[in-house]
């Protein structure tokens, strides 16, 4: 099973790769910038669910859904209640590899324009 982490990249190297590809025609769909949306969801609320179960923290029931749905809010209350100041750097490296993803799709779609324009 892949870590929480390294899904996180698979994740934006995936949303790279498709943002690239979807360039030449105007974008992504709505159904696919509907299941990138989720799949944002999923992993976030995979990583903290797993982190949780790391550090021993106990959960409440429904707490994946809750996460899934209000995950900008909740995962950096959660961040700040496990590490304290220390969530920062947790955030800044979350930051990071999205920024990362949003270089390459960047540098993509660079790379595609002038090859759609032939």
């Known amino acids: 099973m892949l870590g929480p982490t390294l899904l996180l990249w698979v994740y934006a190297l ?3 790769v498709s943002w690239v590809a979807a360039s030449g025609r105007g ?3 709505g159904a696919a910038d509907l299941i990138s949306r989720w799949a944002m969801a999923l992993v ?3 990583w903290v669910i ?3 179960q790391k ?3 106990p959960l409440c029931y429904d707490y994946g859904m809750f996460l899934f749905f209000a995950w900008p809010i909740v995962a950096p209350v959660y961040l700040f209640q496990t590490r304290g100041v220390r969530a920062f750097l947790t ?3 979350f930051i990071a590899i999205l920024l990362v993803a949003a270089i390459a799709i960047g540098l993509g779609s660079l790379a595609v324009d002038p090859l759609s324009q032939q």
């Open 14 to 16: 995936a949303v790279s």
């Open 27 to 29: 974008g992504l769909s």
């Open 44 to 46: 976030i609320a995979n």
């Open 50 to 52: 797993r982190d949780a």
């Open 55 to 57: 550090r021993g923290r």
């Open 91 to 93: 955030l800044l490296w």
